[in-house]
Nanobody
Framework: EVQLVESGGGLVQPGGSLRLSCAASGFTFSSYDMIWVRQAPGKGLEWVSAINSGGGTTYYADSVKGRFTISGDNDKTTVYLQMNSLKPEDTAVYYC?????WGQGTLVTVSS
């Protein structure tokens, strides 16, 4: 079964950091691009970041550029989203998506 499982969300103060993980089962990212999207409370989906199948090219939304870093492990089974300098407006459920498969999401809350 093809599955994505996110983890690493939680409550953090403004200016803090979190690292989200997205673990794949049933496939690897070696041949597919991987993206992170988020949905803030009461808002629509927002594309956040992407990494290409080779892992050599990354993309970021302007809203997170310079603060977030996407990366993948050597086995191409886990993708990470390192989030630094978090802001209250980063509060959202974060999803990883690959080849049309969505994870269950992990909630990030940035609040003092």
């Amino acid at each position: 079964e093809v599955q994505l499982v996110e983890s690493g969300g939680g409550l953090v103060q403004p200016g803090g950091s979190l690292r989200l993980s997205c673990a794949a089962s049933g496939f690897t990212f070696s041949s597919y691009d991987m993206i992170w999207v988020r949905q803030a409370p009461g808002k629509g989906l927002e594309w956040v970041s992407a990494i290409n199948s080779g892992g050599g090219t990354t993309y970021y939304a302007d809203s997170v550029k310079g603060r977030f870093t996407i990366s993948g492990d050597n086995d191409k089974t886990t993708v990470y989203l390192q989030m630094n300098s978090l802001k209250p407006e980063d509060t959202a459920v974060y999803y990883c998506v690959c080849i049309g498969v969505w994870g269950q999401g992990t909630l990030v809350t940035v609040s003092s």
